[in-house]
């Protein structure tokens, strides 16, 4: 989850914070308290005018441009929203980590190091044990800055490895109110674009993926020396 949103105030999450990671999906955990002016504190839960944001699935390799087509354009209740919600981790390590945005389109397997600075190697992917034999062996993506919708949009540093989207993907957001969820299809994702040359201004999004920087994530050596088995 990483926006909040009711009448009078929106904030977000920055999506490389683990604060974006919630553990449970829950549309409606949200109250106000404030002064009701006649020096009392009141709380209540404002189920009717607030709403939460949550981050969706990435399509399928190949299937960028169907994408949005198949996703259902009617509420959904909370179970079934939440088959379309992406999954997040939080990991703990006393090393930092360091994202290159190399504003290339050639993979970073292809290039010396990794793209990774004088001294660090690459991490392995996060995901490569959730979809074995397809998910990458390391952490090569994509440059991300930020999604928004209507007159709010949320994105996150370049310096944070959430800058370093593994899948190039469409991203609509899955909005919650305290009766159902909707998939918001009419987004606009802003990508960091690469030096290459473009014959037109406008392409597909499935024929964009040339067109996009490329990005690694890389660590110090002795980092992976105090990983815990």
Known sequence: MFIDVDNSNKWTQNLGDPGSCMLNFKPEFFGTCSDNGNGESTCERNIDQHSTMWLSIASLAGNQDEFLDDLPSRGLD?????????????????????????????????????????GYQIVPNPNKHINPGVAEENWCGYSFWQVSSDKFGVGTLADSQGSCLLDFSQTP?????????????????????????????????GSSDPYVSRCVVCRRPEAKLFRQE
């Open 78 to 118: 909370y179970d079934r929203a939440k088959n379309y919600v992406s999954r997040c981790v939080v990991c703990e390590s006393i090393f930092r980590l360091t994202v290159v945005h190399t504003r290339s389109n050639i993979h970073p397997a292809q290039v010396e190091n990794h793209a990774c600075p004088a």
């Open 173 to 205: 957001l899955v909005s919650c109110n305290n009766e159902e969820c909707r998939l918001k299809k009419r987004t606009r994702n802003t990508w960091l674009m690469s030096d290459t040359k473009r014959d037109s201004d406008y392409k597909s999004f």
